[in-house]
């Protein structure tokens, strides 16, 4: 007997209740002051970028958590359960892109997606093809057959069993019937449905791709291209051949070329170091709470060997690891065979790299090989090494692997999933027949065991293809993400789909299929529908309880506070141990891949499983939006590049729904409907090139001249005199080589103050924000000189000799400037009021009022607008106070505002210089910036007491 409806009724109980419970759990955990470095992870890595435990409160989306409560005890904060629903939906999805960033956003349209989808399709299904299945009496006329052959006698006869699930499905109607033709009907209407959803929200996407690389800030990734395959030549260096080429074929553009540097070696001596600073930080630590200097045996685990004094030794070890890195440095730097034949060439503006990255550079399409280059936090470093002519050898070899996996994988697979059979598990275990036949065990063996099964064998694929992945020698992280789930979506149509579909029927039925091998056809187009009822409890498993479990972070939880109270002993320790791995694409595509999949091969031969589909995308749209606004930090940025990848799978996955339907039908001997379904899989992939891959794909591939023309024009507008150096001269060093001559610095001139050291470089972008700047202590013209020879080797092309010369201050801290707009710095003044002048002579002019709400610690997305409107921030239970119900200010120097605003008008200040006398033009809203919006001397409204203020 298959899965019937009390059995499917107990899959749904238990994972139903599993559900609430664990969100309840949620909504009581998350309310925990102890618990918020967990729940609300992102707005504290937001908090303590740059710092660490200063503040005495951290704003976390609204909730104030005092770092020294333990328990939330107001009961009042209890009452409304799952408000975090309303909370995660609040958010305007054009706060969330700035936010989240918008490869969440469109991960989250990929739900929505599956939404738009599948419930007409459902509503259609179960008022045309319900009736028709359910009185189709196929299934019992088989049934009573069976039934007359086994009374017979017939040795060879089998009863043959169903359940009034399977009575919904296409299996249920007899061959060759003429009700057929309303599966064939369905077929292109769902079809057809599914391709102009998928039109329009590809075309939606596509334009919000647009929008945003339209507004996005300044970037070295912008201005800069990845070239590999550069040829030898016998006199010329690699940088100075590619200096060379550039400065010849792109003269008008060309800035300077950046050296792919073999630096894996000082990476590794690179995290030695950090891990014994951390060390040694924890020393001094012990040493100020105890008063005693800590001490410790220097032989293996700290167990054997001399004892030492632990601050002098790891001091030692420090000093003997510079050395190493200093030496090391200097190896990979002069070198020759640590220069790889590949560079990272910056232009001065966008369109000149356009026009480099998306053009052939030689009549050898072998050689200068040019793409874009990914952010700097998105660079796979240990990989750019890698010879490019090794990469096509490398993926055929991963290939050969991938595909030896997934056939190891199916039929162990296939045989676990037949062992959840009832029957068979009793063949094969005896003794555990009498608790199989206790009713609830025997639902929860067929509902739900053979879940949990596959979920087991699935588990450990993620790591494996992210690791078979990265052999392939892809340059970006992002790249092998998506080559990673390319490859978990083959495991998903021949492991999960065919293997559970076309693997568990011929087991189950070998007996049968072995005495009459003629009955192939039939036993295949009657049981394939069947098989739905697994997938509607893996379903239920996977992604209703998984998305709940995904919600709690209960792993994470347990190991956070297992961590936190072992592990950590310096600042840096909690924020490794806040920090959880970032949301990748094969964490989450994947699973959405799947549930696409399922739906569009079954909504006409079984739409009883849409309904769990369509559960599954609401309840992921609201956990992943939670998870993305207080939990995942991006760990890069690609603006939705991965959109064309997830459609093609999803035309994929209807494909096999074509194939699979048609198969049915002709195990059905539905032959002339058969034909009519032919050309649906054909129409399919043409509209797919003609309406969608055509008009809307080459915006996800290429970097339109016209729009980086405009962004250019705009930059010589607002910024003429800025020097594009400034921001990309050590954008693309290899991390390791900018902490190698940070420290080569600290060596040189000893301890000259915090900003004697160089920058090491922001993992988002642009170079150090101090580099190259002089301590207090003072420094000789000849001694800045050899510092900055020192601070840029291996940089050729015109960039690089005009950063030589330019010795201003004012060049690098423009760098800084705009180093510090990408990193969404804290709002400092959010709204002001402008009330309207007298219109009465006056001796003296009227001093404009100012009304300001200031923020101790950065908002969340969206709360300055809300707070200048006198609303609730997201998450916040109390509304702010409205921006005028604060403390007026009054200019002594009479800084008057740009005319044109309206009496008693509200707005928002963008980051700007200090203001003194005269004009003040008031931007349109824009993020804030960290430099002073207003200072000078002012006076209370009412008494006249002035004094100094700075906003």
């Not at 956003?105 to 045309?128: C, R």
């Not at 109607?173 to 102009?196: E, I, R, T």
């Not at 590949?342 to 072998?366: E, I, N």
């Not at 891949?593 to 992921?620: D, G, K, M, Q, T």
């Amino acid at each position: 007997m298959g899965v019937t409806f009390a059995d499917l009724g107990v899959s749904f109980g238990i994972n139903l209740g599993v559900s609430l419970v664990v969100l309840f759990l949620y909504s009581v955990f998350s309310q925990q002051p102890l618990n918020a470095r967990v729940y609300y992870t992102k707005w504290f890595c937001l908090d303590d970028k740059g710092a660490t435990e200063k503040h005495e409160q951290a704003e976390v989306e609204g909730h104030t958590v005092k770092k020294r409560r333990w328990i939330e005890c107001s009961l009042r904060n209890y009452a409304d359960t799952f408000d975090w629903i309303k909370e995660a939906l609040a958010m305007p999805e054009r706060e969330l892109i700035k936010h989240a960033g918008l490869d969440s956003v469109v991960f989250l349209h990929a739900l929505k997606l599956g939404f738009k989808i599948f419930v007409p399709i459902l509503l259609l299904a179960a008022a045309v093809l319900f009736p028709i299945n359910f009185t189709g009496g196929s299934l019992e006329a088989q049934a009573a057959y069976a039934q007359q052959q086994v009374d017979a006698g017939n040795a060879k006869a089998k009863l043959f069993d169903f359940s009034e699930i399977d009575k919904l499905s296409i299996a249920n109607v007899p061959d060759a019937s003429p009700s057929l033709w309303a599966h064939v009907v369905m077929a292109w209407v769902f079809n057809m449905w599914a391709l102009y959803m998928m039109r329009e929200t590809f075309k939606h996407i596509a334009h919000m791709r647009l929008d945003f690389l339209a507004d996005q800030q300044r970037a070295p990734n912008q201005f800069t291209v990845l070239v590999r395959q550069v040829p030898s030549d016998p006199i010329k260096s690699i940088p100075e051949t590619v200096d060379h080429f550039f400065s010849v074929n792109h003269s008008d553009h060309y800035l300077l070329t950046q050296p792919v540097y073999n630096a894996n070696k000082l990476s590794s001596l690179e995290t030695k170091r950090e891990w014994l600073g951390n060390k040694l930080i924890e020393m001094e630590i012990k040493l100020e709470k105890k008063g005693v200097r800590p001490m410790h045996k220097d032989g293996f685990l700290g167990m054997m060997g001399t004892r030492v004094d632990s601050i002098q030794y790891y001091e030692q070890k420090i000093e003997e690891i510079k050395k190493e890195i200093l030496q090391e440095r200097e190896k990979v730097v002069n070198d020759s065979t640590s220069v790889m034949p590949a560079a990272f060439v910056s232009f001065r503006t966008r369109w000149g790299a356009a026009v480099a990255a998306q053009t052939l550079q030689s009549k050898d399409s072998s050689q200068w090989i040019t793409v874009w280059a990914p952010e700097q936090r998105d660079v796979k470093w240990e990989n750019l090494p890698m010879p490019y002519v090794s990469l096509m050898l490398r993926r055929i070899m991963v290939a050969g692997i991938v595909l030896a996996i997934i056939l190891g994988y199916t039929f162990p697979v296939s045989f676990v999933q037949s062992l959840a059979n009832i029957d068979q598990l009793a063949k094969v275990a005896p003794f555990l027949e009498p608790i199989l036949n206790v009713p609830f065990i025997n639902a929860f063996v067929k509902s739900i065991l053979s879940g949990i099964a596959l979920k087991i064998f699935l588990a450990i694929l993620p790591a494996l293809l992210t690791f078979l992945s990265t052999a392939e020698g892809y340059t970006a992280k992002a790249g092998i993400d998506l080559a990673a789930t390319g490859k978990y979506f083959y495991f998903i149509i021949c492991t999960v789909f065919f293997s559970n579909v076309l693997g568990g029927v011929l087991i189950d039925q070998a007996k049968t299929l072995s005495q009459n091998p003629s009955a192939v056809p039939q036993i295949l187009g009657d049981r394939i529908p069947t098989k739905a009822t697994f997938f509607m409890t893996y379903t239920m498993l996977d992604g209703w309880t998984g998305m709940a479990m995904e919600v709690l972070q209960l792993v994470p939880l347990v190991m956070f506070h297992i961590k936190n109270n072992l592990l950590v002993r310096t600042p840096a320790d909690r924020i490794k141990v806040m920090n959880p791995s970032p949301l990748t694409l094969i964490e989450t595509l994947y699973q959405v891949e799947l549930y696409f999949l399922l739906p569009f091969v079954y909504c006409v031969s079984n739409p009883l499983y849409l309904i769990f589909a369509v559960v599954f995308f609401v309840l992921a749209f609201i956990g992943y939006r939670n998870q993305m606004i207080n939990v995942y930090n991006a760990e890069y940025e690609t603006a939705g590049a991965y959109w064309p990848h997830f459609h093609a799978r999803l035309i994929a996955s209807m494909i096999i729904q074509h194939l699979t339907l048609i198969g049915v039908l002709a195990l059905k001997e539905a032959s002339t409907q058969v034909w009519f379904l032919i050309p649906l899989p054909i129409v399919t992939i043409a509209f797919h090139y003609v309406f969608i891959d055509g008009p809307f794909n080459s915006n996800f591939s290429k970097y339109a001249l016209e729009e980086a023309n405009r962004k250019d024009t705009i930059d010589r507008t607002i910024s003429p005199d800025l020097d594009p150096s400034s921001f990309l001269a050590r954008a693309y060093l290899h991390p390791s080589l900018q902490s190698a001559f940070q420290l080569m610095d600290e060596e040189q001139h000893g301890e000259g103050g915090e900003d004697s050291r160089g920058g090491k470089g922001d993992d988002k972008g642009g170079p150090g924000g101090k580099d190259g700047e002089t301590g207090s202590g003072g420094e000789s013209d000849e001694g800045k000189e050899k510092r900055k020879d020192a601070a840029s080797p291996g940089i050729s092309g015109e960039g690089g000799k005009g950063r030589e010369k330019d010795s201003s201050r004012g060049g690098r801290r423009s760098g800084e400037m705009e180093r510090r707009e990408r990193e969404s710095p804290q709002v400092k003044l959010v709204a002001v009021k402008r009330h309207p002048r007298s219109a009465q002579a006056s001796p003296a002019p009227e001093q404009p009022a100012v009304t300001a709400l200031r923020a101790s610690s950065p908002l969340p997305a969206g709360a300055a607008d809300r707070a200048a409107r006198g609303m609730s921030p997201v998450g916040h239970p109390e509304p702010y106070p409205r921006a005028d119900s604060t403390d007026e200010l009054a200019f002594e120097d009479a800084p008057d505002f740009s005319p044109g605003l309206s009496p008693e008008a509200e707005f928002r200040l963008s980051g700007g210089a200090a203001v003194g006398g005269g004009p003040v033009r008031v931007p349109s809203p824009a993020t804030a910036g960290t430099q002073p919006l207003l200072q000078g001397r002012g006076y209370g409204p009412d008494d006249g007491a002035s004094g100094n203020f700075r906003l």
